[in-house]
Nanobody, 124 residues
Framework: QVQLQESGPGLVKPSQTLSLTCTVS??????????WSWIRQPPGKGREWMAA???????YYNPSLKSRTSISRDTSKNQFTLQLSSVTPEDTAVYYC????????????????WGQGTQVTVSS
């Protein structure tokens, strides 16, 4: 049974870069034809898919966030990381990492295996 755990700062100042890490156990991020994603949910709003990195290492981005977002992985640690630059209070959200069998499912937040989420607040 795969398990995902998000980690990162709970509070970030405006204009800074947010960095979040997802540690995966119970399965390798380089096998199984999965897409490893970051998804967020701002307070009172729906989920928003941000980015994904495939088992192959290929990366995919939400066009609305692409200019500020970078996803990468450390295969030696079985982790993948999200960086979001130039944050504003509108980036305040619960951030989730998740695994999906298809990129379409990731973009729609359908099914998959999810971490518990981590709250990130952007405030000075």
């Amino acid at each position: 049974q795969v398990q995902l755990q998000e980690s990162g700062p709970g509070l970030v100042k405006p204009s800074q870069t947010l960095s979040l890490t997802c540690t995966v156990s119970g399965g390798s991020i380089t096998t199984g034809y999965y897409y490893w994603s970051w998804i967020r949910q701002p307070p009172g709003k729906g989920r928003e898919w941000m980015a994904a990195i495939a088992y192959s290492g290929a990366d995919y981005y939400n066009p609305s966030l692409k200019s500020r977002t970078s996803i990468s992985r450390d295969t030696s640690k079985n982790q993948f990381t999200l960086q979001l630059s130039s944050v504003t209070p509108e980036d305040t959200a619960v951030y989730y990492c998740a695994r999906f069998r298809a990129l379409r499912d990731a973009r729609l937040s359908l099914g998959g295996s999810w971490g518990q989420g981590t709250q990130v607040t952007v405030s000075s």
